[in-house]
């Protein structure tokens, strides 16, 4: 039985992570705007060092955000990677505060080794997440019959599933390229009623965007020995911005339903990420990322200017006690980081927010296998630039389960 154990695992968690991918995974107002809340490319690990991962290098982990470093993979490894989150979060204007509380399905990759050379990994990532509902009331102090509530809601995503392949041009440097497949719906909606006028005529508009597109992630590392002990890692990533393949259409829901179909332009902006990572020893590693986005200069629903630019920067930090692991706490790795961001939500002409993060977290080993649960806990406080928009407070959970065996280890009978 015991050899099925961990079959079993990989398959659960394909269905928690699948399953997961249908729910609301937000209740950000601020996913009223645009695509909603992006997500950064990154397990478990790389979220509990700040984010950290065009540098990192790491045999026994899948590191998605740089394709390059698919080459890093032990050459008799099968790895299976796959993440959930849970968040809480606390959303005030200064005077009325709201709690809410989501889980989320963060990825769900494989990686292995085709070649001394080469090396592929596939997986299902989310690109954005759209989840949230507000009421403004619009009160007629001369006539209260003539009042009304106003709410906008929104619901839906994007996700990608990618293939990639790494490919090692020369002892210290390697390429590569991801492409996905990106798909998804986000419908935003807008209803007035009258609750105090049961005569006037309710109003109701729904706008669904369905996206059927690609996506394009190139990647370079170069590495650099320093004696036995010390190594750096310098890492680079683009993604290509292009227009979005979409079907748009708006729902007005009056006396009776209407439907239209519009034809809108929407973009995906360019990404460029550099980071840089030291390792000493293979015990400790600290690293350095930013990434660079120009969604300032992409159509969004046919309006130029929709957004701002998008920039993040990352610091972090992984330090693993003992190589040999004569006790447990000595082979867990603890993992620590923080980040600043400028999100790319644009409210009245304006930047709408600034974010702040620190992370920490833990890779655990399990007993007698090469596998490891990574757990991550993140702050991430999202600053309003105005006092008419909310402020956020969130503490995320993220707890990957990493599946790395032997699959193509040939067992020798004597």
């Known amino acids: 039985m015991i050899k099925y154990r961990q079959p079993l695992g990989v398959f659960l968690l394909v269905l928690l992570s699948v399953s997961a991918v249908a729910q609301n995974n937000t209740n950000s107002p601020y996913t009223r705007y645009g695509y909603g809340q992006l997500a950064d490319p990154g397990s478990a690990n790389s979220r509990a060092m700040g984010g950290i991962a065009y540098g990192l290098r790491d045999a026994y982990q899948v590191n998605f955000a740089n394709p390059a470093a698919y080459t890093a993979v032990d050459s008799l490894t099968f790895i299976f990677d796959g993440g959930i989150g849970l968040q809480n979060t606390n959303f005030s204007d200064g005077v009325v505060k709201k709690n809410a509380k989501n889980s989320s399905f963060d990825y769900i990759t494989m990686e292995f080794r085709l070649a001394k050379w080469a090396a592929m990994s596939v997986g299902l990532i989310p690109f954005s997440n759209v989840g949230y509902t507000m009421t403004s009331i619009q009160e007629d102090p001369d006539n209260v019959a003539n009042s009304s509530a106003v709410t906008y809601s929104g619901l839906g995503g994007l996700h990608q599933i ?30 007035q009623t009258y609750p105090n006028n049961s005569s006037t005529t309710s109003y109701q508009e729904n706008l669904t965007s369905s996206v059927h597109s690609y996506k394009l992630d190139f990647g370079a590392q170069y590495t650099q020995h320093f004696g ?13 911005g292009h227009d979005l393949n979409n079907n748009s259409q708006i729902q007005t829901i009056v006396t009776s339903s209407s439907v239209r179909d519009t034809v809108s332009t929407m973009g995906m902006s360019n990404t460029l990420g550099a980071g840089v990572a030291y390792t000493y020893d293979n015990r400790l590693t600290v690293g350095a990322d930013v990434m660079l986005q120009n969604w300032d200069r992409v159509t969004f629903m046919n309006k130029k200017n929709a957004f701002s630019s998008r920039t993040k920067i990352s610091l972090g930090a992984e330090f693993l006690p003992s190589m040999t692991g004569r006790n447990y706490l000595s082979a867990v790795k603890y993992r620590v980081g923080l980040y600043y961001s400028l999100p790319y939500y644009k409210i009245d002409g304006i930047r709408a927010a600034k974010e702040y993060g620190v992370s920490a977290g833990f890779g655990l080993p399990l007993s007698q296998t090469r596998s490891n649960v990574n757990i991550s806990a993140q702050y991430v ?34």
């Open 381 to 414: 406080r999202v600053q309003a630039s105005d006092s008419r928009f909310l402020t956020e407070n969130t503490f995320r959970i993220c707890v990957g389960v990493t599946f790395n065996e032997r699959w193509f280890w040939k067992r020798k009978v004597q």
């Open 228 to 240: 036995k002990k010390h190594q750096a890692t310098l890492g680079v990533v683009f993604s290509p």
């Open 162 to 191: 990618y293939g990639g392949l790494g490919v090692k041009i020369i002892k210290n440097l390697s390429l590569g390229v991801n492409v996905s497949y990106l798909w998804g719906d986000v419908t935003h909606a807008r209803a």
